[in-house]
């Protein structure tokens, strides 16, 4: 992974979730009434995110997260009512601007625990000023990113953190791989990013065997299918 093939796939993102996508992904990511389709998105991203969460400590006192890809901030204010410190950081502007606003809004209910805290900001999870973490979750970030440069990610992730790295895959399917090749063949402006898909464990043992990650592990592994999501996650862990 070049810095100029990141920077462009970043800025392909941001453009569609800033700009294109933004309120059908607030309606996702909220509690409003959305399409069959929609309910099935919705209801793996509920369970995914129960899963990644359920992987870290009930106490988190102490901890500090970085939620990469944070978008509406539902995971961060899970891990901040535990007791985290937590980034949440997102390439979408707009994005960031409604995680605070439902910050506030949740904190003004009293619906969250101060236990933890919680600060949102705009810009590259890779951003070596975000500083150091005992745990990065990227949950559904790295599928937009082709294999091996969701392992690059990974690595430079890995430098900054002390305890483990969560994070989702796209599992290889006929219908995912028919539909990226799709993609390529009929762009379209309006598209989403392309989902690229892997083999999740053998992209994790890949990781973990490079000289410089001897002191990481693969850890717990989940796929979650319902309708029309389809996720894995996995977990690497320093020994």
């Given amino acids: ?43 793996g991203r509920e369970d995914m995110r129960a899963t990644l969460s359920g992987w870290l400590p009930q106490d988190l006192t102490g901890w500090r997260i970085l939620d990469a890809g944070c978008g509406s901030g539902v995971l961060s204010f899970d891990l901040m009512a535990r007791g985290a410190e937590v980034v949440g950081i997102d390439l979408s502007a707009q994005m960031v601007t409604f995680a605070r606003q439902r910050a506030l809004e949740l904190q003004a209910k009293r619906s969250v625990p101060a236990s933890g805290s919680v600060e949102f900001h705009s810009g590259d999870m890779l951003d070596p000023h975000l500083g150091m973490f ?13 294999p091996e440069d969701a392992k690059r990610v990974l690595e430079q992730f890995a430098e900054r953190t002390r305890e483990r790295l969560i994070f989702t895959l796209a599992p290889s399917s006929h219908l995912l791989r028919a539909m990226l090749m799709i993609g390529k063949a009929f762009p379209r402006s309006d598209r989403a990013p392309a989902i690229y898909p892997t083999q999740p464990e053998r992209l994790a043992s890949q990781l973990v065997t490079q000289p410089h990650m001897s002191e990481w592990k693969v850890g717990r592994s989940h796929r979650i299918s319902v309708g029309f999501y389809t996720s894995q996650a996995v977990e690497v862990t320093r020994k």
């Fill in 1 to 43: 992974m070049t810095r100029a093939s990141y920077i462009r796939r970043t800025g392909e993102i941001e453009h569609y979730f800033d700009r294109t996508a933004l309120e059908a992904w607030k309606r996702l990511t909220g509690d409003q009434p959305v399409s069959g389709i929609r309910a099935t998105v919705r209801k």
């Fill in 134 to 146: 005992d745990a990065v979750i990227a949950m559904d970030v790295l599928i937009h990113y082709a």
